[in-house]
């Protein structure tokens, strides 16, 4: 048997931003065909002309892009295929699969009167005599048996087929409806295999009538329940977060909202926590529930802190940077970036989010004189302040080793009768302006020499 290469696609209609529930979707549809060698494609929908904008387009590959999702190829306006859709529905009046139909919007309303709760059926379904007037073009659909729609999630799901009206193809004004437009742009693209939220699941089986009729292999459909928020309800503005920019805004790095993300309603086994070579090795439809998943901002802290402390120093600091400008804040200065990266180990082991992380790091990028918060400046009595001239002093001719650092610390601290805590508050207070930072050592061998005698220096000159 010969194996036909993968290929997926991600649709998305460009009248906002891309939320959450699209970017699960894509990368399904991209964990999908990047884990068997195929081809992830990307279709803007973009044929409904008031409400479809550049800049939701924008914002959509932004948000991909964000996401380290990449397509294949340009992506694709469904708007300019209008011609070869209108090809295809005169394609199917010439095989006899469409015909016709120059029933007005009044005289369908009367029918619909008359024969309540049916789908319309047209006189000109099989009439011979044509007039020269306006028409629509409706697919001559089957009236008897039954559509069956294989779905990968779903199960088997089927339609009678004399629930189904003949549905509209092309318009009065030649413009080809959305049903036909995706089916002729799925087939022209190659698509093998559909994933797409299951709200689209009752167009499918209208969908199916349209490569019937074109004589098209059907792609393989799968169709996933959408996400729900906490208490289980429909996912909405409520719930807080749902575009991806506002995730990336909370300071979830792209890893972390990837494995978090495919863990949204696809599992495999009780693998919670995994990187994308694992992802693209494990995804499959298989794994994909039929319950709606539900959004965890608890989780996904957790799933965040993970991907934080297992990404290497340099990809941090990179989505640090990625953050800093996705929130308009300024970008870091070569200082600031040299004494975060010499953090870095013991930043990345304890933040979670990325702003917890920057919360962290305020110490490494604050200038002298460090203002001393009030919390913090409780630590500076003049007992204290003693305590830092004798430490200046000791620091004077160690090592810049973290070892060394602290046994200068110890040996002060014993001289002053005092346990080493009492002299890492007055420390941290001197070196951060906070008590909230990483250990002193961290932040001692991060500054390095000059910059922590220089700290010191400022608040020993008080101790007069
Ligand atoms: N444009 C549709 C949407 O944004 C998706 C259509 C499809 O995947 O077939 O919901």
Redesign the pocket.
Known sequence: MSQTPVVTRF???PTGYLHIG?ARTALFNWLYARGRGGKFLLRI?DTDRARSTPEATAAILKGLEWLGLDWDGEPISQFARKDRHAEVARQMLENGTAYQCFSTTDEIAAWREENPRQPFVSPWRDAADLPDAPHVIRLKAPRAGETLIDDQVQGEVRVANDQLDDMVLLRSDGTPTYMLA?VVDDHDMGVTH?I??DD?LTNTARQIQIYDAMGWDRPVFAHIPLIHGEDGKKLSKRHGAVGLHEFAALGYPPAAMRNYLARLGWSHGDDELFDDAQARAWFDLSGIGRAPARLDFKKLEHVSGHHIGAMGDGDVLAALEGYLSETGAPALTEPQRTRILAAMTALKEKAKTLPALLDQARFAMIDRPVTVEEKAAKNLDTVSRGMLVSLTAALQNVSWTRHDLEEAAKQVAEQNGVGLGKIAGPLRAALAGTSATPSVFDMMTSLGRDETLARLQDQTDLAG
Do not use: I
Request: glycine share 20%; net charge neutral; hydrophobic share 30%.
């Open positions: 649709a998305p209609s699209g929908e995706v559909v797409r939220g689209h």
